[in-house]
């Protein structure tokens, strides 16, 4: 879990907003830009927020993604955003050697992707309007940040203690970079949720958290999922072997694991 921090100001602009989708709670922060287009562009990422949710909830069987695990639709006959969302985790899913998985218990199930990839979509869709200096969104506590919420101030994120419930396990700084995004995956909030692929069962691990911080929100996220089911030894491993990527790794031993680059990343 993590949380933007930001401190107020008055210029540039700032538009907020907060939307309940996908079981969770996705916020935005929008410095700069013209207030009527910046609204414009925020409705339309709400609702594509929405409509990616109909399009792949598990959990309505009118979704076309339960229609495709029950081979009642073809992916060529699906919306244009199921072939990308497949396609990228297919990509996911090799990069990881496995450790990602878009099936859960046998069932075709791309949430894991699918939250990260709809919270960067939504943020690049509002970086895109005329005189906008910086975006944040925050889809349940996975990040994309996008330019600066003000010159010479970055965007900062602060990365919850899975141990400690209302500290702080570190804070990320985007100073020096024009996007950067933070994803988290463990079991403080939602509990053995992380499934091992091999056994189907959930993950053995001496994990708790798994933070990762790279540029694009859609891999971060499943990069942090794959390398909890890894474990820390192998996960961080792992991790240090990806470009442009950095990681905190916290076990239930209170260990804290990093990758060598990470402290570029705090403060």
């Excluded at 996220?221 to 089911?229: G, Q, S």
Aim: contains cysteine.
């Amino acid at each position: 879990m993590a949380d933007t921090v930001t401190e107020p100001a008055e210029t540039p602009a700032a538009l907020r907003h907060a939307e309940e989708v996908m079981g969770t709670v996705f916020s935005f922060d929008v410095r700069g830009g013209d207030p009527d287009a910046v609204r414009q562009a925020l409705r339309e990422a709400v609702a594509g927020l929405h409509r990616v949710d109909a399009l792949f909830s598990t959990y309505r069987e009118d979704s076309e993604v339960s229609r495709l695990s029950r081979g009642e639709l073809a992916v060529a006959e699906c919306a244009p955003e199921v072939a990308e969302v497949l396609g990228l985790a297919a990509e996911a899913e090799r990069v990881s050697e496995g450790w990602f998985s878009t099936r859960y218990r046998g069932v075709l199930d791309p949430t894991g992707i699918v939250k990260g990839w709809s919270a960067e979509r939504a943020a690049r869709l509002l970086a895109a309007v005329d005189g906008v200096c910086g975006v944040s969104v925050n889809g349940g506590g996975d990040v994309q940040m996008l330019g600066a919420p003000e010159p010479q101030r970055p965007w900062r994120v602060g990365v919850s203690d899975p141990l400690r419930p209302g500290g702080l396990a570190a804070v990320i700084s985007a100073a020096g970079v024009d996007e950067l995004s933070v994803a988290t995956s463990g079991t403080a909030e939602r509990g053995a949720h992380i499934v091992d692929p091999r056994t189907g069962r959930p993950a053995v691990t001496d994990l708790v958290s798994v933070t990762v911080v790279g540029p694009r929100l859609t891999w971060v996220d499943c990069w942090a999922t794959a390398a909890f089911a890894m474990g820390s030894r192998a996960g961080l491993d792992w991790l240090e072997s990806l470009p442009g990527v950095e990681a905190l790794l916290i076990t239930a031993g209170d260990e804290v694991r990093c990758t060598g680059g990470l402290a570029a990343r705090l403060g």
